[in-house]
Nanobody
Framework: QVQLVESGGGLVQAGGSLRLSCAAS????????MGWFRQAPGKEREFVAA????????DYADSVKGRFAISRDNAKYTVYLQMNSLKHEDTAVYYC?????????????????WGQGTQVTVSS
C-alpha cells in the first residue's frame, strides 16, 4: 500500500518561511513525479509545484513562483516544499501527491496517490 505522509505545516507570520516534507513508502519512488497541491476552505484543490523523476525539472504555479521551491531526495523517498515570503493567501491544507504520467502535472487527475494533508496558516 502506497503511503504519503506530510509534515512541517503550522502557523507562521506573513513574510516567514516553512518547509514541508512528504515521506513516501512502499513504492518505487524514483518512478513517480511528485507534486504539491493546496486547498483553502471553500475552494478547489489547486496545483502548487511538481518535480520530475530524476532530472529535477520543476514546475510551479504562477502564484508561488520565486517564493516556493520543490526538491526531492530519491535516496530518502522524500519530497520537500520550501516556502518563503509567505502570504496570508497561502493559507491552506497542503497535499503531497505521486503520479506516473507527466502529460500535465498541474492536474489533480494526473496523480495516483495522495497524502492526508498538512495545515499551513499564515497570519497577516
Amino acid at each position: 500500500q502506497v503511503q504519503l505522509v506530510e509534515s512541517g505545516g503550522g502557523l507562521v507570520q506573513a513574510g516567514g518561511s516553512l518547509r514541508l516534507s512528504c515521506a513516501a513508502s512502499a513504492f518505487t519512488f524514483n518512478n513517480y513525479i511528485m507534486g504539491w497541491f493546496r486547498q483553502a476552505p471553500g475552494k478547489e484543490r489547486e496545483f502548487v509545484a511538481a518535480i520530475r523523476r530524476t532530472d529535477g525539472r520543476a514546475d510551479y504555479a504562477d502564484s508561488v513562483k520565486g517564493r516556493f521551491a520543490i526538491s526531492r531526495d530519491n535516496a530518502k523517498y522524500t519530497v520537500y516544499l520550501q516556502m518563503n515570503s509567505l502570504k496570508h493567501e497561502d493559507t491552506a491544507v497542503y497535499y503531497c501527491a505521486a503520479g506516473y504520467s507527466d502529460y500535465d502535472v498541474t492536474r489533480v487527475s494526473a496523480y495516483d496517490y495522495w497524502g492526508q494533508g498538512t495545515q499551513v496558516t499564515v497570519s497577516s
